[in-house]
C-alpha cells in the first residue's frame, strides 16, 4: 500500500531503484510517439553533433522519471490522479546505456478544500544518471487520498 497524503511530510527524500536504458526503449518510444528525429535514432547522423553519439527523447527520460516514482511504491492505492508538471527542465543528456534513478522530495502539501478525502503532493523529482549529474527535473503534482477516509 502506499503513502496517504497525511503520511507525508515537507522534505521528506525518496529513491527508486535504478533503471539502465536501452536501445529498444528508445526504439520504441520513437515508434510509439512518432518522433523518429535522427539524433535518436541514426548512428551516422547522431555521431555528427556535439553528443558524437544517439540521444534518449527527452520525454522518454520524463516518462522514466514518473516509472521510478511508482517503482518506489508511494502511490500504490492511495494516488487519484496526476495532475500537473511544473518547471520540467532537461538539464543534460541521457544516451542510451545510462543507468538513471529518481530521487523524489516532498516540497509542499495542499490539503483539499472541497473534500476531505484527499489532498494534493508537490513531489520534486530528479532524474539523476550513474555519474551524479542531474538530467532531469521538475515538480509534479499527485493527488493523494487521505488514510482516515480512503475508498476503497
Not at 67 to 73: C, D, Q
Request: charged share 25%; proline share 3%; hydrophobic share 40%.
Amino acid at each position: 500500500m502506499g503513502i496517504y497524503f497525511e503520511e507525508y511530510s515537507i522534505g521528506d527524500e525518496f529513491y527508486s531503484p535504478t533503471r539502465t536504458i536501452t536501445e529498444t526503449d528508445v526504439v520504441n518510444f520513437a515508434a510509439m510517439s512518432g518522433d523518429m528525429n535522427e539524433i535518436h535514432t541514426s548512428e551516422t547522423f547522431a555521431n555528427k553533433t556535439p553528443f558524437k553519439r544517439r540521444l534518449v527523447h527527452g520525454l522518454l527520460g520524463l516518462s522514466i522519471s514518473h516509472g521510478l516514482m511508482f517503482r518506489v511504491g508511494l502511490m500504490e492505492g492511495a494516488a487519484i490522479a496526476f495532475l500537473t508538471i511544473d518547471e520540467w527542465k532537461f538539464k543534460s543528456p541521457i544516451f542510451i546505456g545510462d543507468t538513471v534513478h529518481a530521487k523524489i522530495e516532498v516540497v509542499d502539501l495542499i490539503p483539499s478544500k472541497s473534500k476531505n478525502d484527499r489532498g494534493v503532493v508537490k513531489l520534486n523529482i530528479k532524474l539523476i544518471n550513474s555519474d551524479g549529474n542531474i538530467t532531469q527535473e521538475g515538480v509534479k503534482s499527485i493527488m493523494i487520498r487521505t488514510k482516515e477516509n480512503q475508498t476503497q
